[in-house]
């Protein structure tokens, strides 16, 4: 229980995994004209590379270069001393910089340039040139994108209806190059870790990737290198009617692809949440229809209600008074029995006398006594009688279990077995089930008969709604 107390005061914090991560620079970089006579040219738009290079607060003199990620110089774009730029390459017209690229690497780097791979897998370098210590470096980009990364934390278990203002923060960045206006952000309840290709759906009852209440929020405008705490709606709810389960809460930005973004994979998170509800203090099963029906000859005893079959009589006792006289208890009662007269059609409840004695003080019953065959010195086929105010009572937390006949309580474990699936969900099978046993929801309040089923496993097939009505004391 302590383990379960601590837990649920602990809240999630969901963030993608924190490599270490380059800041990116869009550069903008060209094929070379046909006729360019420098070898293995790549051109650099020098005003982008200008503006680039003179934004960076480093001591001066530094070198620039283009590398792979391991550190393999691919070109030298040149120097940066006294703010003024020197350049390695061949400056054309006035506005592009035709830098020497790598032999090995160019035939892969001219691809990528011409196909406008948004992230060609190379870096922008600056370093110190007489140590070669590295400065500061940059992922390339040849396209400039914007890069929308979603953060979130929140409460890992709540309730159906819950509210969730103050419990759920949610954090969008912009790590990319270009500003974005008007970003969705969308909260959605699913059961898997698929984000739903046309995003949450909107609806006023639970249905799988369904949106959470207010559950789409907007980011008017988020520039580059932003970040913006979202400001949660006091409306941001779970629906009243979500089923309690696990489910997987989806954290989306631009979940409907609106912008071209440089990395897709970090706009998603997929946190486990668990929808819970308070035990009940009690279960009532109102059971309708109760027939008690025995046939003297053979010894068959049945007990149900609408083909539910509450005993088979192993946990009755009978007593045979005369051809047309029967007393029957349940094992459970003390000091009170039934006494059936098949022949005057009557039935008498007593008590203060021994069972299969003769005497004790009676109160008639009027229940409906149906009666075939038989008379005052022969026993008849069989008799049933139709029995009012029986109900099924189970108490969780004490697990004391009661089928009620006429008021009169019946413990009737270990006959029955009960088995807690959830909080709110509970199997019980009585013994003459051999093929089904009753599912108890106390969060839907329905029964449900399953057929071909596990016992005390999840149900995920053959189950059918029962019309018996299921009282739920909280």
């Not at 001393?81 to 780097?109: F, I, Q």
């Not at 948004?118 to 600056?126: A, N």
């Not at 992922?139 to 419990?167: C, F, H, N, W």
């Not at 009620?404 to 009960?418: C, L, Q, R, T």
């Amino acid at each position: 229980m302590k383990s379960r107390i601590a837990f649920l005061v602990i809240f999630l914090f969901v963030f993608p995994a924190l490599f270490a991560q380059n800041p990116a620079k869009y550069l903008k970089i060209s094929p070379p004209p046909e006729g360019c006579k420098v070898k293995f040219p790549l051109l650099f738009d020098l005003k982008i590379l200008e503006a680039a290079i003179a934004a960076e607060d480093l001591p001066q003199p530094f070198t620039v270069t283009v590398t792979e990620p391991t550190g393999i110089t691919l070109c030298t774009i040149g120097t940066r001393d006294k703010n003024k730029s020197k350049w390695d390459g061949k400056v054309l017209n006035g506005t592009d910089l035709a830098a020497t690229m790598s032999e090995s690497y160019y035939p892969e780097l001219l691809k990528k340039v011409r196909d406008q791979v948004p992230k060609p897998g190379i870096q922008l370098r600056f370093s110190a040139p007489k140590t070669g210590e590295t400065l500061k470096t940059y992922d390339l980009l040849l396209v400039s994108l914007p890069d929308l990364e979603i953060r979130m934390d929140y409460p890992p278990q709540v309730k159906p209806g819950e509210a969730l203002t103050g419990k759920v923060k949610l954090e969008v960045v912009n790590k990319g190059v270009e500003a974005v206006q008007n970003v969705e952000v969308e909260l959605i309840l699913s059961i898997d870790r698929k984000l739903p290709a046309a995003g949450g759906i909107e609806a006023d009852r639970y249905v799988e990737d369904a949106l959470l209440k207010s559950g789409r929020l907007i980011v008017d405008a988020l520039a580059p290198g932003a970040r913006k705490t979202l400001d949660i709606p006091a409306s941001l709810a779970l629906l009243a009617d979500t089923p309690p389960q696990k489910y997987i809460l989806i954290a989306a930005v631009d979940p409907r692809n609106r912008f071209r973004d440089l990395n897709r994979e970090d706009n998603t998170l997929f946190g486990l949440l668990m929808v819970t509800v308070a035990p009940p203090k009690k279960l009532t099963v109102e059971l309708p229809d109760v027939v008690l029906r025995y046939e003297p000859a053979v010894n068959v005893f049945k007990l149900e209600s609408r083909g539910i079959i509450l005993s088979d009589g192993k946990d009755w006792k009978f007593c045979k008074m005369s051809p047309s006289s029967y007393q029957i208890r349940h094992i459970n009662w003390k000091d009170v029995y039934w006494e059936i007269d098949t022949q005057y059609r009557e039935i008498f409840e007593i008590r203060g006398n021994p069972f299969c004695k003769k005497g004790g003080k009676g109160k008639q019953l009027r229940f409906p006594l149906e009666v075939k065959g038989g008379g005052a010195k022969t026993e008849p086929a069989f008799f049933s009688l139709k029995i009012p105010n029986c109900q099924l009572v189970f108490e969780p937390e004490t697990r004391k279990f009661n089928v009620m006949v006429n008021g009169i309580a019946s413990e009737w474990i270990p006959f029955w077995k009960v088995c807690r699936l959830d909080y709110h969900l509970y199997h019980f099978r009585n013994a003459p089930w051999s093929d089904y046993f009753l599912e108890f929801d106390s969060f839907r309040r329905e029964i449900r008969k399953v057929t071909g089923g596990e016992f005390c496993k999840p149900v995920t097939a053959g189950a059918e709604k029962v019309d018996l009505v299921l009282q739920v004391e909280e």
